[in-house]
Nanobody, 121 residues
Framework: QVQLGESGGGLVQAGGSLRLSCAAS????????MGWFRQAPGKEREFVAA????????YYSDSVKGRFTISRDNAKNTLYLQMNSLKPEDTAVYYC??????????????WGQGTQVTVSS
């Protein structure tokens, strides 16, 4: 099983950018499709973006399409989420997880601590 750790969150003004990272332990990172999820206060955790094992098939939720970019570096065992044009409604704790091939919105592993993203208006 892959152990994951998220980082890169912070406080940013609306319209700003952040880059999140998800570092994975072990040598099996490239065997898994990977995704980002987020949970805002008082809301259910929701799917944000995912990518295939090779990193060539990104998929986004409608709410972030065109603003966020998911990528991965299998040599570094790291998943990224570049977030541009941030909005206050993007405020949430962001988590990475392995996801089901062919069904990216379905997380497979356990959840880590996440990284807090706060967007001020």
């Amino acid at each position: 099983q892959v152990q994951l750790g998220e980082s890169g969150g912070g406080l940013v003004q609306a319209g700003g950018s952040l880059r999140l990272s998800c570092a994975a332990s072990g040598r099996t990172f490239n065997l898994y499709a990977m995704g980002w999820f987020r949970q805002a206060p008082g809301k259910e955790r929701e799917f944000v973006a995912a990518n295939s094992r090779s990193g060539t098939s990104p998929y986004y939720s409608d709410s972030v399409k065109g603003r966020f970019t998911i990528s991965r570096d299998n040599a570094k065992n790291t998943l990224y989420l570049q977030m541009n044009s941030l909005k206050p409604e993007d405020t949430a704790v962001y988590y990475c997880n392995t996801v089901q091939d062919g069904d990216y919105v379905r997380p497979l592993g356990s959840w880590g601590q996440g990284t807090q993203v706060t967007v001020s208006s």
